[in-house]
Structures are given as structure tokens and as C-alpha cells.
């Protein structure tokens, strides 16, 4: 069990608003930025949000990241086919010392 | 721009031992700490280890504490992971990973970039 809680799968049609939620606890997400990666298929992750809601140069502006409390979000909004992939959350934990990840999205586009 | 280059995985037997490199470049190499961060296959990613700009500090998983050690060389822009005591539920593919924020002592979940990963096996 991952100590960042994600929905396995999520799926939209092209041009669909996607949302992944992260769920954490006050020892990470509540207190602590939260990360979000896109890994593709077949290759490394890349860096998607940072700081919950800033976007890398790069980055589409379909992509947004939230956080409220001790959850966080990550929208895809004008779905393309090319955002099929494995999304994943990260922050730092207190209680472990370390940083944790979520489980990983995986994202089917229709 | 910046490149990250791992090397160094292959195939061991439970109880050996291998060491990873990765070769930086594109970047101020000494002024920036480094994350090693691995996924089992098929897995999702686990962060293994974190060492500052300079060497002074380094942070482990726990799932490696005592056994997997990071170092770099800054003269050689090179970050490096020895594992010993190997289990089979250590392999994996190994990414090497940048903090983007010079000269910190603090640890957070930002990695960017990522090398392109060497996959380590661990298996009789």
C-alpha cells in the first residue's frame, strides 16, 4: 500500500476534463508541496506540477494541479490521445522522513 | 540542457552487490542535490535515496538503510549508488533524478529531470 492514495485508473474521451485525486494525511499533502509526474510508456517520468499548482516551461496549460487540506487533484482538461500514461503524486512525509509517492494513475483516453 | 546518464545495472545474485553511476551534464553538478528513485516492474516509483550539493548529508528509504550507500564525485559530475546485501524485491529500475533548487539542505518530492533509468536484477 502506497501512503498517497490514487485511483488506479481513470479514462475520458479526447476533449473530456479528467480529474486524479491524491489523498494523503497531515504528515505529507496537508502540510508539505505536492508533485505530479507523468511517466509514458515505456519511458522515464517527467515533471508535470510542482508546489501543487505550478507548471513547468513546457507543460501544457491543460494540465493543472490543486490542493485542498490533506488532498490534492490533477485535471486534464481537452484530453488528448497522447496523454495516455501512468500519473503519479509525491511529497514529503514527516512521520517517515522520506518521500512518498502515490500508487499511480493509469490513464486510458477512449 | 541537462542530461542524466545511469549506468552500471545488470543481472545479481541475492546477497551481492553492484554499484550505479550516473554521469550529469548541462548543469552546475556541485550545486544541486540528487535523488535516486527506482520502480519494480510493472510497479509504481519508490524514492531510495537523496544526498546534498556537497556530500554533508545523505537520506535513505528505510527499505535501504544500511545497505544501499549514495556518494558523488563533483570533480567527475557523478552520482553514485552502491548496493550491497541485494534482494530480489530490490529489482527494479533505477532513475537518477535532480532537485531543481541549488544549494538546498532540505528534501521535497520535486525531481526534474530524470535520467533515462538502468534496470537491476536481482535473481539466482
Known amino acids: 500500500q502506497s501512503v498517497l492514495t490514487q485511483p488506479p485508473s481513470a479514462s475520458g474521451t479526447p476533449g473530456q476534463r479528467v480529474p486524479i485525486s491524491c489523498s494523503g494525511s497531515s504528515s505529507n499533502i496537508g502540510t508539505y508541496y505536492v508533485y505530479w509526474y507523468q511517466q509514458l510508456p515505456g519511458t522515464a517520468p517527467r515533471l508535470l506540477i510542482y508546489r501543487n499548482d505550478q507548471r513547468p516551461s513546457g507543460v501544457p496549460d491543460r494540465f493543472s494541479g490543486s490542493k485542498s487540506g490533506t488532498s490534492a487533484s490533477l485535471a486534464i482538461s481537452g484530453l488528448r490521445s497522447e496523454d495516455e500514461a501512468d500519473y503519479y503524486c509525491?511529497?514529503?512525509?514527516?512521520?517517515?522522513?522520506?518521500?512518498?509517492f502515490g500508487g499511480g494513475t493509469k490513464l486510458t483516453v477512449l | 540542457q541537462v542530461q542524466l546518464v545511469e549506468s552500471g545495472g545488470g543481472v545479481v545474485q541475492p546477497g551481492g552487490s553492484l554499484r550505479l553511476s550516473c554521469a550529469a551534464s548541462g548543469f552546475t553538478f556541485s550545486s544541486y542535490g540528487m535523488h535516486w528513485v527506482r520502480q519494480a516492474p510493472g510497479k509504481g516509483l519508490e524514492w531510495v535515496a537523496f544526498?546534498?550539493?556537497?556530500?554533508?548529508?545523505?537520506y535513505y528509504a528505510d527499505s535501504v538503510k544500511g545497505r544501499f550507500t549514495i556518494s558523488r564525485d563533483n570533480s567527475k559530475n557523478t552520482l553514485y549508488l552502491q548496493m550491497s546485501s541485494l534482494r530480489v524485491e530490490d529489482t527494479a529500475i533505477y532513475y537518477c533524478a535532480k532537485d531543481p533548487r541549488p544549494t538546498v539542505a532540505t528534501i521535497t518530492g520535486w525531481f526534474d529531470p530524470w535520467g533515462q533509468g538502468t534496470l537491476v536484477t536481482v535473481s539466482s
Open positions: 509525491a511529497a514529503w512525509d514527516d512521520s517517515l522522513s522520506g518521500v512518498v
Open positions: 544526498i546534498r550539493y556537497d556530500g554533508s548529508n545523505k
